[in-house]
């Protein structure tokens, strides 16, 4: 675990409760004894982080991890310090409800000063059209392209490398790591955090099947409709999400997707809604606000999912589902001949109920 | 819905109709009285069209749409129209036997006003090897790079950052979007599209157990084939098609692969062949010609696929298919609990099996 | 099948096994009096080989082809030799203990020889910070970003429009090809080959509630562990691996992964692992060392597999396994008509249990 900071830049313990956006959030000594003014150089889980480092407990599954963790500081419940055996610990406690959130924003904090020292400006290699309108504070990365009526938000950072298409718009404080592809006309509100090989815009995957062309033969439909992505959006790397047909794909307000997901042509994602990696959603269909979708599921096409409904890794889902809750279907994995003698029997299972009913009926247990 | 051309530029439907690509399709007014002299500005669906866009009918079930809609025109089979019930509706009616073709090339011609518009020629960031061929009316975008021996034929247009590897051919009036790339000696028939991040003639994934290396160690499988791929392809955002072994991996005309495709190494797939996204092929094996993969199937390598096969969606095909059909397995979702419940038994099913033998061995039912 | 070298340039039989990378490797010829001085232009399979290449037999289904075979010579095991029915073939025979091995070692040869005709050098139109370090024989392809504090050793090369982040560091002989993208503090061993799209070192998927945000919201955990990566490793086309939350996500020495490929943030893979394409692995989880998992599997997060775990294509694995052995779980497809009678039944499988057990207990059966 690296110390990020080096000594002479660490704040106090107390300036990094302050200055980390932690407004609304009770974070307070456990102890108004114990000193605050410790340097703090970085962040650490409880087993790594070491004596100028503050770490944190979420899962109370690790509370035994309290009795070894050598950290300058330690976040945690009012319940877990309560918890706490009598003892002498090497650190300080900052009590919260909730620790995973206040180490999300530390980590933050940390991260941030990482950011600020990025280059900033317009790099000379980067080829922007004149028509392209940059507000203050915009920096485009080395062999950037901007193309023409694109617009860049105020504090919007491009690293190198990323395409912004024709009339396409980036809200404000964006951030774009390499190799971003924005196409023509893709709206993207403020704060978005987009990272390396995402492709936004590509076309819907639509054909019409077209005799004059031979048998099988098909006519492209030209996907005319754009993509429109709400604020506070990451889009992890390598994923897709395409244009639509004649309206335009949304992603609503705070929606955050993991690395190789394909969002297809027409899909709707309600507001902070997470998808985990490598998920694919056919095209039209429309999903809730707050949902989850695990690893590797896929919806088909022209589904609607309600609000709060959260899909497990690997499922898919073929059918729409009106009421929240939590849906599965995934083939329990075995030892390889367990499962081929099982699997043998599963394509035979409504011939088994049938033999099932038969004995039934001869029983009188039906 | 974004109306899409400026009211002077928009075409009369008369116009419309003859210089989209309709040759061979019957397309003509339901009543000869209305006038074709409207302009049409744009395209939509039925329910968001205005009233200088054309629309059209092509699912029967949105029948009922057609009493609300506001468009100019409406493209409909007469079997549609006849059952229109009388009143005095907005659009004029333009009969075809085959409207979602005709909306096809619509669509197509109003994108192609938008590419008429892109920049030509070869831009100066370009860096394109002495002895690569540019056949006429090729143009390259900003910051591309193209290598010794490639050849791009005449009026393909190339996105910025694309790279053409060394001997790579692209056919005539290909379109590759911004970061395609082409390894080395990838062979790529006319009329290609390309979408952005996608990747032809990577290594496949070959390795010969190398016990010189230690146990486990691999030696790599140079992978000296090519990839070469048909007339009228189309390539969806970061797929992959990775060159064969020693022969090469092919694609033939009018194949259609969507997003985040994984094409491995000595793959054949036939004409017309429909991939959609996130499917992935083994290496090694053949698909017929006019087959549709459903998003997320996976097939596993050295299988043999007939013509006109169709895979659902989320399905494994794990042996080879000699009959065209439809074929699936996909386990079915439920709601959590339910699904454990099931899914419990599931691996019990041979010893289930064995039990209802048993019984109908006793009851004599067998 | 194209004969890869002229004439003039093509290596004696003799002078190829001895220049291949063959030591330790058992291979004689058949017959001493078989000349070895005949040239090999290229390599072949059994069924394509002419009559200037070299082919091999690994697979002994194919002894067959033996009997067609053109080439110039083919490498078997003494066992196929012997098996071999008196005749006379057009070829010489290579014994060795293991053909598939010598096999590759040939296709790295002849692949050599094309990459050693690569450009070298520093392209001018690269970007290299002042504080990276570049050393001895080190090629940087057109439009390279190389950032601040990168170091590249000897001899590595970077296809065009690859990024190296601040800090990251590549070993030495490594090959990126186009297109490759390393974030800031990913460490990447000797000899790895990186292809086209792979992006490593993306933020990690990590999120925590923030009611602050209203219901749903989520803060970004920002991710500031790195990548480390292990010598001899490859990594395909569009493969992510992100970067850990705290600490590093790891790949050991020899690991192999295929294209489209997710490794969550904190993954730690064994050294010798293979994986086939479109593998997702979820964070947290551990996979031991000369593991296989096969194409479109999948791993939960947070699990623990130990060495010589093998996964078949399309498995979930949810759950630790400590077991060496093969791991399966995959339904089995059908054609559709028949699925859907299976799958209804896949539904009540609990229900059918206690039916059973009902009619066992009227039967006396149990």
């Known amino acids: 675990m690296p110390v990020l900071l080096a000594p002479e830049q660490a704040p106090t313990l107390h300036e ?82 909730q620790p995973y959130l206040l180490y999300a924003l530390l980590a933050q904090w940390f991260d941030q000063h990482r950011l600020e020292r990025l280059e900033h400006g317009i790099h000379p290699s980067a080829i922007i059209a004149d028509s ?35 009339n396409s718009v980036l809200g404000r404080d964006c951030l774009l790591h390499a190799r971003v592809t924005l196409y023509h006309g893709v709206i993207v509100g403020d704060r978005a955090i987009l990272h390396s090989g995402c492709v936004l815009g590509a076309d819907g995957f639509g054909f019409a099947p077209d005799p004059r062309q031979g048998t099988g033969g098909w006519a492209k439909i030209a996907q005319i409709g754009g993509v429109v992505i709400g604020d506070d959006v990451e889009i992890g790397a390598n994923t897709t999400v395409d244009r639509g047909a004649l309206e335009n794909t949304t992603l609503g307000n705070g929606v955050k997707l993991d690395n190789q997901i394909m969002v297809a042509h027409n899909v709707q994602v309600g507001d902070h809604t997470a998808m985990a990696a490598c998920v694919g959603i056919a095209g039209s269909t429309t999903i809730g606000k707050r949902c989850t979708i695990g690893g590797a599921a896929m919806l088909s096409g022209h589904l609607t999912l309600a609000d709060d409904v959260h899909v497990s890794g690997g499922t898919a889902i073929t059918s729409s589902i009106s009421k929240p809750g939590r849906y599965t279907g995934v083939y329990p994995y075995a030892e390889h001949t367990d499962w081929q003698h099982n699997a043998a029997v599963l394509t035979q299972l409504a011939q088994l109920r049938r033999r099932l009913k038969a004995l039934e009926k001869t029983s009188g247990n039906r």
Chains 1, 2, 3 share one sequence.
């Open 16 to 97: 990094l409760l302050a200055e980390a956006n932690t407004v609304g959030l009770d974070c307070k000594p456990a102890d108004t004894s114990s000193s605050f003014a410790i340097r703090i150089r970085g962040l650490g889980s409880l087993l790594s982080a070491g004596q100028d480092e503050i770490s944190f407990l979420s899962n109370p599954r690790l509370h035994d991890q309290l009795l070894q963790c050598q950290a300058a500081a330690v976040i945690m419940t009012e319940e877990a310090y309560r918890a706490l055996p009598q003892g002498d610990y090497p650190y300080r406690v900052v009590l919260c409800s």
């Open 132 to 166: 392209a309108v940059l507000e203050e504070g915009v920096s485009v990365g080395p062999h950037c392209v901007v193309e023409a009526g694109a617009r860049l938000g105020a504090g919007t950072r491009l690293g190198p490398m990323c395409v912004v298409g024709a």
